[in-house]
């Protein structure tokens, strides 16, 4: 049986990348609401993802990132019942992992519109992970 060529030596590591279709969804949507709304959704998860302890991101790193995301939220042309949900979802990111995941189902009622089946797959997997680490801390 033949067996499967190793990697080279020189080879990079490969780089794992956090919430594709969130990513995939802002790359293919049109300038505009479609696409703001997809960043601040992919924004709003990556900070709530760092919540887990295993991530290593500190409370005082989060809460800083916190007042710098909402600065950026300010300036996007989010739609009315999306913005204060991801507000929300960015400030619960410097807290426990059951408000972030709180916040995480949130956003995803608020944008069932604006983002695909596979996105919102994403943000219930967060969400539960979210809340299997809530349980367990």
Known sequence: MPSLPSAPPYALAPNYFRFPALAVLAGRSALGGH??????????????????PERGVAPSVRAARTVNARNWL???????????ALTKLVEASAGSPSSAAEAVRAVITVTADFLDQNARLELDRLAATLDAQALAG
């Open 35 to 52: 696409r703001e709304v997809a960043l601040a959704v992919y924004l709003g998860a990556r900070l709530a993802h760092d919540v887990l």
């Open 74 to 84: 300010s300036n996007l042309a989010l739609p009315h019942p999306v913005r204060p």
